[in-house]
């Protein structure tokens, strides 16, 4: 069923791992290292990915937009080389247009507002360059917002809600995850368009700073949104290292159960943390769709939490 099905992965750090060092990896190339590459998606079905423009912890605070930039290198220079495999969504025709046969769409998404430096200037300026996923924060503190590692109860700056207008006016899905509770309310309240939180896990099943309240994963529905269930062991188990793929259905029952199966999608966080064994490449992804039928999920749900529901909403709100 996996390879007949749009399948949608909603966050993955993968671009850091092609940059030029010691471990860069050619994604084009299938790799026994990392998470994921090209030849894996395909493996695995994935069609649609976000990938996440995450500066490092390093370049939170040294040169961030550099940083973002180099990353935005590596995913045009993959586009360029290997058009036939995947492709840039910049608009909701663009992302009709992906099938489970053609090219990969490749959306291109900020984890942090760091490298927007305080410039709703520069905000417009990457969406000219085809950002079109926003994650206000990264866990700590940062010119729009304060994240959830940052320990306080601020809500958005006057810049994290001009963030938010214009994110709703330009086209750009705002992302919830790694958000304080607080800028998450706020958030909620301020946006015209559904909102998303990308790669955010069930703390009511597992109490993880990190993971979302019920009355969180309800607001996030209520509004249209939708939550991407994430593989990340540390939201899921006191040993990271025992996260199973049972854990990761066990969130999705819990979100299906709490925000209903029209808001629950996924959100691996490929090369971004410990993943479960069992789920720790990209082409493992079946095993997702395997164990929901085991469980007796119908297949037009399973449908709407590999891919649908993002889709949905992505085609919703992009130009």
Known sequence: MNNATFVFDAHCDTLGCALPG????????????GHLDLPRMRAGGINCQIFACFPGQTRLTSCPTSAALERLEVL???IERVPEQITLIRSASDLEKITTEGPIGAILGFEGGEALDGSISRLH???????????????????????????????LTAFGRDIVITCNDLGIVLDLSHLNPAGVAEVLALSSQPVIASHSNARGLYDHHRNLSDNQIRMIAERGGVIGVTFVGMFMADNPAEATLDHVLDHIDYMVEVAGNDHVGLGSDYDGWTLPTDLDSGEKYPRITDGLLARGYPEETICKILGENFRRVFTQILP
């Open 22 to 33: 010691e471990f860069q990896r050619d994604l084009r190339q299938w790799s026994d290292a």
């Open 125 to 155: 300026t990457f969406y000219r360059l085809g950002l079109r996923n926003l994650g206000l924060a990264w866990d700590e503190r940062n010119a729009a917002c304060d994240g959830v590692g940052a320990g306080t109860s601020a809500g």
């Open 76 to 78: 045009y220079t993959l």
